[in-house]
């Protein structure tokens, strides 16, 4: 099969286009035909080294932990799905090396849900991380009904999912992002807020009384200054700053769930959640890819087509 690796630890310049062994399938898992793999931080991270400290690589070393494709075989106990079925998934595994931006990916179905049929195979691909990390974070913090939560990078592949889950749960949303996005985050259901000094000042304009949760997608000082506009400063989650915990808040890494991943499609098909896709490129394009991810300047999120 055709995939983009790494020899060894390194950055977009270093993804090679390889021909490598199919992979092998487990008891437990299926073999899919992959239409497209979504891009998150995480690749060029590991990529780099930087979670050497946490997670084992192996090379050559095929990044990406999202997927959209076809089941093509299936394993002795994976009798959940059947060749030919559309699944979306979040193939994380417990080390780095055979990841998804190849032709095939071996992933257990504890990892996988059937692709939603409102979304393109782009957008089901950019959905299972970016997706399962708003749901279980807004999960985590209990927001629903009435909710006024505050989405810091409320216009990124994290954030924008958020903001319509929230929304599609009846909480009142503000979101966090430079005014290029604000439109974009009103079309999704957000207050918009400009980032930056006096951030907190913009947020209790519009929420005199203080916000009931905030989620931190960024970093910085979101901890802080979400702090400074919570009615309960213990309500406040991040996915990038593991002192929230010294604070009183809760820390997030995002665990494969596959019933999380089908509450995630049902709300797409129920037209309540959707997809913004930023850019998409093809296979042999990956470290291209690499390079918007890390600028940061991606509105919601980044493709690689394969097949």
Do not use: C
């Not at 390194?10 to 199919?22: E, Y």
């Amino acid at each position: 099969m055709k995939a983009i690796a790494l020899e060894k630890y390194g950055g977009p310049d270093d993804l090679t286009l390889l021909d490598l062994p199919d992979p092998k399938v487990g008891p437990d898992s299926v073999l899919v035909r992959v239409k497209a793999a979504g891009v998150n931080p995480v690749d060029w991270k590991i990529g780099a080294g930087y979670l050497d400290a946490i997670l084992d690589a192996h090379f050559p070393l095929v990044p990406g932990w999202d997927v959209a494709g076809v089941v093509e075989s299936v394993g002795a106990d994976a009798g959940e799905f059947a060749p030919g079925d559309e699944v979306i998934g979040y193939v994380r595994k417990d080390w780095a090396q055979h990841g998804t931006y190849a032709e095939l990916v071996a992933a257990p179905v504890r990892t996988l849900a059937r692709k939603p049929a409102a979304l393109s195979w782009r957008q089901a691909a950019g959905l299972p991380l970016a997706g399962l990390t708003a749901y279980q974070s807004l999960e985590r913090l209990g927001v629903g009904e009435g909710d006024t939560v505050l989405v810091h990078a409320a216009s990124g592949g994290v954030g924008s999912l958020a903001v319509q889950i929230a929304a599609a749960r009846g909480a009142r949303v503000i979101g966090t992002a430079g005014e290029r996005n604000h439109a974009f985050l009103r079309e999704l259901g957000a207050e918009p807020v400009a980032y930056g000094e006096g951030l907190a000042d913009r947020v209790r304009t519009l929420a005199p009384d203080g916000v009931d949760a905030a989620l931190d997608f960024v970093g910085g000082d979101a901890v802080e200054v979400s702090r400074q506009v919570l009615r309960d400063p213990s309500r406040v989650l991040s996915i990038v700053d593991h002192g929230v915990v010294d604070k009183g808040g809760r820390y997030l890494f995002v665990r494969p769930d596959r019933d999380d991943l089908t509450a995630l499609a049902d709300l797409a098909d129920a037209g309540k959640l959707t997809v913004g896709v930023d850019r998409a490129v093809p296979l042999e394009e990956a470290a291209e890819a690499w390079r918007l991810s890390r600028s940061g300047h991606a509105r919601g999120k980044i493709v690689i087509d394969v097949s």
